[in-house]
């Protein structure tokens, strides 16, 4: 009895001395749901990065004697309309669907952090400014308004993730301004003002670390959404612009073939099904792993 109180005495210790980080990602390692996202995202970067070690055939290299040629041992995938290897378009296409959902996300932090901070900080008129523009460009739906300004920025895949990131900013205000009310009025945030610290430390070093957990969660989850956007767009031709692979607009291709060579629509589809699957268990593992009250 008396050894079963001191390992649970030194456990409950040792949990308390480890570091946040080595906590959470110990709780993450534990969900399998989100391991096996890990995986699967790891494995689409690998293929991203060093996708001409991967596939011997150019994405773009056509071939008029290969039109819409079922998956066989030369092309594992098949071929599409045009005789392009389907493997090549799928591991080089995931190169602009994972930069989409991370540029955009990273633009969206970038404008959306700041602007909730000081919202949700200094409240007033600048608060009722910046939420009345949030509310109003969150009237819109995520994808509609991305789908206006990029067709108002021009097709390319630049411009699509300006637009994505623009689209999910309203988010990012609205979560950091939240988090921001909740955790200023916590008693080391006044105690940080009664000691004299100005505004912009207390905002920098005493809030926006305390915040940054749910901003993790949200970005992870964001990634996804940005990546089915970016597919979107692209299938209406607003993102990546053809010959260059991109998994919405090898979906647009493929809409014409799909009874006569269906494998150009599946494997696509199953990439894009996978990643946004795996960045959605890996958000919802960070959500519990980052929680504070879970032991």
């Not at 956007?229 to 260059?244: H, K, M, R, T, Y």
Request: aromatic share 8%.
């Amino acid at each position: 009895m008396t050894d079963t109180l001191l390992g649970t005495v030194t456990l409950a210790v040792s949990d308390e001395l480890e570091s946040p980080g080595r906590r959470a990602w110990r709780r993450l390692m534990k969900r399998r749901g989100a391991v096996l996202g890990l995986i699967v995202i790891a494995i689409f970067i690998l293929m991203a990065v060093f996708a001409p070690l991967i596939v011997p055939y150019d994405p773009i290299a056509t071939g008029w004697s290969l039109v819409r040629k079922a998956p066989s041992v030369q092309h594992w995938f098949g071929t599409d309309e045009l005789g392009r290897d389907v493997l090549a378009r799928v591991v080089y296409g995931a190169r602009a669907s994972l930069l989409a959902g991370i540029t955009s996300v990273g633009i969206a932090l970038l404008i959306g952090v700041p602007l909730g901070l000081v919202a949700g900080y200094r409240g007033g008129f600048i608060d009722a400014l910046i939420s009345r523009i949030t509310d109003a460009m969150l009237a819109c739906p995520f994808l509609i308004l991305a789908i206006a300004l990029a067709a108002f920025l021009g097709p390319s895949l630049g411009n699509a993730m300006i637009a994505i990131g623009i689209s999910a900013t309203p988010i990012f205000i609205r979560l950091t301004r939240g988090q921001v009310m909740s955790v200023k009025v916590e008693d080391y945030v006044e105690a940080a003002r009664a000691m004299g610290n100005p505004r912009w430390r207390i905002a920098l070093v005493h809030i926006l670390p305390n915040i940054l957990p749910a901003l993790l969660v949200q970005a992870t989850l964001s990634i996804a959404a940005a990546i089915i956007a970016e597919a979107a767009l692209s299938f209406l031709g607003l993102g990546q612009q053809p010959p260059a692979p991109s998994w919405g607009s090898m979906l647009n291709a493929a809409q014409r073939f799909l009874t006569s060579a269906p494998w150009m629509a599946i494997w696509p589809g199953l990439a894009i099904f996978l990643v946004v699957l795996s960045f959605n268990l890996v958000g919802d593992g960070l959500r519990d792993a980052l929680d504070p009250k879970a032991r």
